[in-house]
């Protein structure tokens, strides 16, 4: 069955750095764009950031600002992606998920498959 587990997520001091993971199988997930959102306590789901299939093209959020950063490995059935976060606020403190686009642009909008979620959050 289609799998999108997230890690990396902690406690972390404002100004380090993440590296979250998403292992997503089940699917040929390697045709498809992927994708990061985040949603923080009493807010609704954002965008963070996107991939498109072949890991060529990446879209960020405006707030990202050059601090974060999307990859992935198609290299296995189980495709790895991942978001490099660094210079960390306290306003990233939020749940993380990875999603899976319905087509292979980084510009998809349309998400079908949805992991759990990783919680990051980050002190002053």
């Known amino acids: 069955q289609v799998q999108l587990v997230e890690s990396g997520g902690g406690l972390v001091q404002a100004g380090g750095s993440l590296r979250l993971s998403c292992a997503a199988s089940?699917?040929?997930?390697?045709?498809?764009?992927m994708g990061w959102f985040r949603q923080a306590p009493g807010k609704e789901r954002e965008f963070v950031a996107s991939?498109?299939?072949?890991?060529?093209?990446?879209?960020?959020a405006d707030f990202v600002k050059g601090r974060f950063t999307i990859s992935r490995d198609n290299a296995k059935n189980t495709v790895m992606v991942y978001l490099q976060i660094n210079s960390l606020k306290p306003e990233d403190t939020a749940v993380y998920y990875c999603a899976a686009a319905s087509g292979p642009a980084a510009t998809v909008t349309i998400y079908n498959y949805w992991g759990q979620g990783t919680q990051v959050t980050v002190s002053s």
């Open positions: 991939i498109n299939w072949s890991g060529g093209t990446t879209a960020y």
């Open positions: 089940g699917r040929t997930f390697s045709n498809y764009a």
